[in-house]
């Protein structure tokens, strides 16, 4: 950073600094930062988040009593409801961190993949072949060209990339490939219909076979998708399949196994499956719990149904290297898997056991704790090679660069001077080779070339907008939600993606406890003083008017019942979107079973939807349905599962009417940098008319789409990077690799190419 006199200048030039200082030390840069962030006083920081002065200096005297010991995790609220939330929570929050000294230490926040053990994709050595080939293609439909940066995958705007033949035909004059349709499309325990913004727009979709042909959806459980598609697999929930699981909860790395509790049950009771490879989907029928197959299985059973004489190179991947010519088995992928876990490899070979059994019978496996400062661990190296390991492999370092501040990565590609295709392997220091941060240089990063090498510069460095003149051009991270938006006297800022701790998602509306207790624990929570001046009273429906900010399009409107209350601030109101469950009919008859199958009858409501042009409509025409199971099946062999234990449903009481589906209103709004959705939005509030019923939905897919190319087309800054790079090379996913070539720009031009 303060090496760049470029980017110095840049700053210069913008007002953020006076002058560029002519030395390059430490202390040179702790001036320039003084300066930078001299103007963000206690003051200003209270104006802007209408925080009291005194209580923001509490904060600050809890933070130097801290001192190393910080713990915080930047993820929901701020990073996920507004735009440039990963410039408010993530790099300033991390530039927090790193001055006070607690990243890596007791005490502070550790990277994730520091404690994350997951090897469930490692069981390729028990297959024929292991890792296919990296693609040569890259999908514009995921990696949308206008979001290089992007974190994830972009799925919430698929929908609207497949209805969006000028953007499509704008990049195929450019030279880039872009399908106008998705022949085959699985749906994997996801829900976008109700889950992702626009859900109109993702029926209008799903159900346009020319733009989705074939479509899957793999559930354990129904959901508001399995309405608008052509097939719906049942799989197995967390007890019904194989799934290893690992998470950063300690400073520790530790692995879990779920396992299908029944086929394990069985099989140490002496039961056999017929067929090995699909031995959870005859244990499931034995049981009784019917066709319910595990993804594992499914996947591999699937792969030697579409090449089953491997001509078309698929089936090795999947082909048992213990028996050739028959799939591979669970027991052999998962013993393959654990097995590259050193730790547990050799405790298993000394209790002459396999990693498979033991995960199998304990469930879980410590590697290692106290993990700390990773960042600081020596990697091997050879000194008689002149390479050092990494990942297993010994590169030689005459294949590798490395920079003045010692961050070893590939020659490839100038690489040297375009972080942005950096492959980083250790960092140098004190003639030791380390393992660094996952990141360009190795080091934590202050100061971002890689932003500036994709078109921006003004986020290189943790900043926000103080002036007039900088909300105006830093609009990128000014949040659409600014209280200088909310300008009418029912302007409010809607926030939907509060935890309701019973009510995770999509999951639990099939829990009848967990609806019982939720019910009627949706509303709309609104400041009594703003509720009393409106005039709105408790269980009012009160209608709340979705407006883009940015375009001043309003969508359109959902419904909710108003829960005045002193637990908000004032300007703000609260309506989680983990309610608001629906469905169309309250039963499914399914081919060769008597009874009919209920759908979310415990926590949902049933629907009506009609269509008139653009606008679609929904209101609620029932709410829960008590049934009762029958005990026994008029076919002997086929006994419902678990009769008993569903006796009490006759038993429900509550409505479950208070939840709106209020996600369909919303517009894609994808952060122009991070791709992220921006869930927070501005509602204009109003007292439910004669007409109006909680639970009403109303929206415009025209208007919501009109947002979705304005905030693609005014905020995003398109690829290609240096090099003509889609994406930066150090940037983790895609999960599956793509070539060199995938990763360029079809038009643009490499400069100094290298070996």
């Not at 690829?719 to 895609?734: D, E, H, I, S, Y």
């Amino acid at each position: 950073f303060i090496k760049d006199k470029d980017y110095l200048n840049y700053l210069k030039k913008e007002g953020i600094i006076s002058k560029v200082p002519e030395g390059e030390t430490f202390d040179d840069f702790i001036s320039v930062l003084k300066e930078i962030y001299a103007p963000y006083t206690f003051e200003w920081a209270s104006e802007e988040t209408k925080v009291p002065v005194d209580r923001l200096e509490k904060l600050y005297e809890m933070i130097l009593w801290a001192g190393d010991r910080i713990t915080s995790y930047f993820w929901r609220a701020q990073a996920a409801g507004n735009r440039g939330g990963w410039m408010h929570a993530g790099r300033t929050g991390n530039f927090l961190l790193a001055l006070t000294g607690s990243i890596g230490g007791p005490g502070g926040t550790g990277w994730h993949h520091w404690h994350g053990l997951g090897v469930g994709n490692n069981g390729g050595a028990s297959t024929l072949a292991d890792k296919p080939d990296p693609v040569d293609a890259w999908s514009e439909l995921l990696w949308p060209p206008e979001w290089p940066i992007a974190t994830y995958e972009l799925s919430i705007i698929l929908p609207h990339l497949l209805s969006d033949e000028e953007w499509r035909k704008k990049w195929e004059k450019r030279g880039l490939k872009i399908p106008n349709k998705v022949e085959v499309w699985f749906g994997r325990i996801y829900n976008p219909v109700w889950t992702n913004p626009d859900g109109f727009r993702w029926i209008e979709t799903l159900t346009d076979e020319n733009k989705f042909g074939l479509t899957v959806h793999l559930s354990p459980t129904w959901s508001e998708t399995s309405w608008f598609v052509d097939y719906i697999l049942p799989v197995g929930l967390a007890g019904e399949r194989h799934d290893n699981q690992t998470a950063e909860t300690k400073p520790e790395r530790w692995t879990a196994f779920r396992q299908p509790v029944l086929r394990v049950a069985l099989m140490k009771t002496g039961w056999r499956p017929k067929v090995p490879w699909r031995a959870t989907l005859e244990a499931h029928k034995k049981a009784g719990l019917g066709e319910v197959w595990e993804d594992d299985e499914f996947w591999i059973n699937l792969a030697w149904a579409i090449d089953p004489d491997g001509s078309l190179g698929i089936r090795k991947y999947w082909e048992s290297k213990r028996n050739p010519g028959k799939p591979v088995t669970i027991e052999e992928w998962y013993n393959a898997a654990f097995s590259t876990i050193p730790g547990l490899k050799k405790i298993c070979e000394k209790m002459g056991t396999t990693p498979y059994e033991y995960m199998r019978d304990r469930g879980a496996w410590t590697e290692e704790t106290n993990v700390y400062n990773v960042m600081e661990r020596e990697i091997p190296y050879d000194p008689e090679k002149d390479a050092i390991k990494v990942k297993g492999k010994w590169i030689p370092l005459s294949e590798c660069d490395i920079d003045e501040n010692g961050a070893v990565f590939l020659k490839h590609h100038n690489a040297k001077e375009y972080h942005s295709e950096r492959h980083i392997l250790a960092v140098k220091k004190d003639g030791k080779f380390l393992k660094g941060f996952h990141t360009a240089t190795g080091h934590l990063e202050y100061y971002s070339k890689t932003l500036v090498e994709f078109g921006w510069p003004e986020y290189a460095i943790p900043i926000y907008p103080r002036t007039e003149d900088q909300k105006r051009k830093w609009i990128h991270i000014f949040t659409h939600v600014h209280h200088s938006y909310m300008k009418e006297e029912n302007a409010f800022c809607l926030n939907p993606i509060f935890r309701l701790p019973y009510n995770i998602h999509t999951r639990s509306v099939n829990a009848k406890w967990l609806m019982e207790i939720s019910q009627n624990h949706n509303p709309v929570w609104i400041y009594e003083g703003d509720a009393k001046r409106l005039g709105i009273k408790r269980g009012d429906p009160i209608k709340l008017r979705v407006i883009d900010t940015l375009t001043g399009i309003e969508t359109g409107y959902f419904v909710g019942m108003a829960m005045p209350t002193q637990a908000i601030r004032p300007g703000v109101v609260a309506c989680s979107h983990h309610q608001g469950r629906w469905r169309l009919k309250n039963f499914v008859n399914v081919k060769g079973f008597d009874q009919p199958l209920g759908i979310m009858t415990f926590g949902s409501s049933r629907v009506n939807i009609d269509k008139k042009g653009n606008t679609w409509r929904m209101r609620v025409a029932e709410g829960t349905v008590p049934r009762e199971i029958e005990i026994e099946h008029s076919e002997k062999w086929m006994k419902w599962p678990y009769p008993k234990f569903n006796e009490d449903i006759k038993e429900v009481w509550w409505k479950a009417t208070t939840g709106v589906w209020q996600n369909a209103v919303f517009p894609p709004n994808p952060d122009p940098l991070s791709g992220m959705q921006c869930w927070h939005k501005k509602v204009l509030i109003e007292k439910g008319g004669p007409d109006d019923r909680i639970g009403d939905v109303v929206v415009d897919t025209d208007a919501t789409f009109k947002v979705y190319q304005a905030w693609r087309d005014k905020l995003t800054r398109p690829a290609p990077g240096p090099n003509g790079l889609r994406r930066p090379k150090w940037f983790p996913r895609p999960w599956y690799p793509h070539t060199d070539s995938a990763y360029r720009m079809p038009f643009a031009k490499e400069e100094n190419k290298e070996s």
